[in-house]
């Protein structure tokens, strides 16, 4: 197999001449070289604003960034995506969450059906079902209105709705709590169930395939829990419903198809939380703010599709990231939220971006040769400054930070934004300025140390700066701006996969653990070990492991 011809590519190599070239210049001496260097690295797009300008980039970096974008065939990529090619080589699948947030008489064929009328007659329908719980139309068994919803769905179908029902918190309807379970740890459910009522409870079960080992046992206890706790067969469809593209295991469940909301194999699992996998934020929020939502995510698909590379999120925010990752050999990223409400926000990136373009091949199967994602982590601003920033302004490893804010709050306290946002201000100026020798000498002489102690210390204190950040401002934090962030970092990972020539839309790599995981299920159940020396023999760890297991239980 042949390694990645991005290396060869002419703005490759110049990339490379260009890092050596800037390697020596430290962020303060960028700044101080261009008072306009806030105005030319930054932009503004579907309500989001993004300044990039403390990254160790100039003018020429980008130009070269966006001549590789170009020769890699980002536009035309992009282009193939939103008109629905099946550009998920390895699953013969088009990519069309685009096509979720689409508005009403978009037109796209994909195999003979019109998607764009799909996509809004199960819209419509989530739209009726969603007014008929809120008002309380639609009543339990006992004639109760709904209070709890608890979606029941791992991975793509659990991560998007949790994160934007967090987020969207300050829309919701007090009246109604929703829950999320998705661990197969039995704490998980347990918990949830243990606060609430049967006759006011509606649960939500969210798998694509409808197969997934953990959806499908919680699914199942759930059941078993409603039907113990005083609900009865008859009463099962008016508190389960489904969101599926299964619609005969679906049945097989026991949900009429009648309450099963679909979508389709062309939304990946990652990509979901604009179809009927955001059943759980309609409910929250109410369905004119899910529409708000979606209508955020397409203008900046919008966006996304019209701007020049140069002047395009998306792309700015994908090339930043892949010249830290590739040319500054950054590993990790982290993603600090000053918001409280977007505190699940960084887990959700973390499968979006890692289980998206964690991939070691191209698309034709080549080893890469050069490194892909980087580990995305992170937690919300404030905490983090008080707990593993210290690693970010004086650790041995180079970390960028995202940090994301909005302008305005959603409540009414006093003082504590101004608090909030000098905090996430100071921060990227710390790690973009650092603190030179100097300078803590003539701190700590102003103290009136004496030399002896100030040559200890001085090691110490001294931050090396020059760490990038990129800082993205909206507002407030909104059903648009939130789908705007959303699909901005959507389209981000899009362009990286493009550059790298990776399939983003495949996860290969979740599939070994599963059939692993079946095997020593029924091992634990007391199934007999294969045989020693053949393929499917134990090694001694994991047989050791499971024979603890084995004998706890007995
Ligand atoms: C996402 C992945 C994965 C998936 C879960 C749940 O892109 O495919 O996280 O969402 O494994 O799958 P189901 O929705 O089929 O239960």
Redesign the pocket.
């Known amino acids: 197999m042949n390694t990645s011809s991005l290396v060869k590519t002419p703005a490759w190599q110049q990339l490379e001449s260009h890092n050596d070239a800037l390697k020596g210049t430290h962020l303060r001496a960028l700044f101080d070289g261009d008072a306009n260097r806030f105005q030319h690295f930054s932009l503004e797009a579907a309500g989001l604003f993004l300044d990039y300008s403390k990254n160790r980039i100039d003018r020429n970096s980008l130009r070269l960034l966006c001549e590789l974008a170009r020769e890699r065939g980002v536009e035309m990529r992009r282009d193939a995506m939103f008109a629905g090619e099946k550009i998920n080589s390895t699953e013969q699948r088009a990519v069309l969450h685009t096509a979720l947030r689409a508005p009403r008489g978009a037109r796209l064929i994909l195999d003979a059906e019109e998607v764009g009328a799909q996509v809004h007659a199960v819209l419509d329908r989530i739209g009726q079902f969603v007014e008929r719980v809120r008002s309380g139309e639609w009543q339990g068994y006992s004639g109760k209105t709904v209070t709890d919803v608890v979606n029941i769905?791992?991975?793509?179908?659990?991560?998007g709705p949790n994160m934007a029902c967090q987020a969207l918190r300050t829309f919701a309807d007090p009246r109604m709590s929703v829950h999320f379970v998705s661990n197969v740890d039995g704490h998980d459910l347990d918990a949830v169930l243990s606060r609430l009522r049967p006759e006011t409870t509606l649960f939500i079960i969210?798998?694509?395939?409808?197969?997934?080992q953990?959806?499908m046992m919680n699914a199942q206890s759930a059941r078993a829990w409603f039907l113990a706790q005083g609900g009865n067969e008859a009463g099962l469809a008016k508190h389960f419903v489904a969101v599926?593209t299964n619609a005969s295991a679906v049945s097989a469940f026991g949900i009429d198809t009648a309450n099963m909301f679909p979508f389709w194999d062309w939304v990946?699992?990652?990509?979901?939380v604009w179809s009927a996998?955001g059943l759980p934020v309609a409910l929250a929020v109410g369905f004119d703010a899910f529409q708000q939502f979606l209508a955020g995510a397409h203008a900046m698909d919008a966006h996304f599709l019209g701007a020049p590379l140069e002047r395009n999120m998306p792309v700015i925010l994908a090339l930043i990231g892949l010249w830290n990752r590739d040319f500054l050999g950054c590993s990790s990223v982290s993603i600090a939220p000053y918001h409280q409400d977007l505190k699940h926000f960084p887990a959700y990136l973390q499968?979006l971006e890692m289980?998206?373009n964690g991939k070691r091949v191209t698309r034709d199967g080549a080893p890469l040769g050069v490194a892909t994602c980087p580990v995305i982590w992170g937690d919300v601003g404030t905490n983090g400054q008080h707990a593993y920033f210290q690693l970010l302004h004086q650790g041995t490893d180079l970390i960028p930070v995202d940090f994301i804010a909005a302008l305005q709050p959603r409540h009414g306290l006093e003082g504590h934004h101004k608090a909030l946002l000098a905090n996430c201000f100071a921060q990227s100026q710390a790690f973009m300025r650092g603190k030179t020798e100097a300078e803590v000498r003539s701190e700590l002489q102003a103290q009136g140390l004496s030399t002896e102690r100030i040559d200890a210390l001085v090691p110490h204190r001294v931050f090396p700066g020059n760490r990038p950040g990129n800082t993205i401002l909206m507002q407030t934090l909104t059903p648009a701006t939130l789908g705007a962030l959303i699909a901005l970092y959507e389209h981000k990972v899009f362009v990286q996969g493009v550059i790298w020539d990776v399939n983003s839309f495949d996860?290969w790599g979740?599939e070994l653990g599963k059939v692993l995981a079946k095997n020593i299920h029924a091992l634990l159940d007391g199934g007999a070990d294969a045989a020693a020396g053949s393929s499917n023999a134990l090694d001694s760890s994991t047989a050791g492991l499971i024979a603890r297991a084995r004998s706890a239980a007995t």
């Not at 769905?153 to 991560?159: E, F, R, T, V």
């Not at 969210?206 to 997934?212: C, E, L």
């Not at 990946?268 to 979901?272: A, D, E, L």
């Open positions: 769905g791992i991975g793509g179908s659990d991560l969210a798998s694509k395939t409808f197969t997934t953990e959806t599926s990946g699992g990652r990509y979901s996998i499968q289980e998206s996860q979740v």
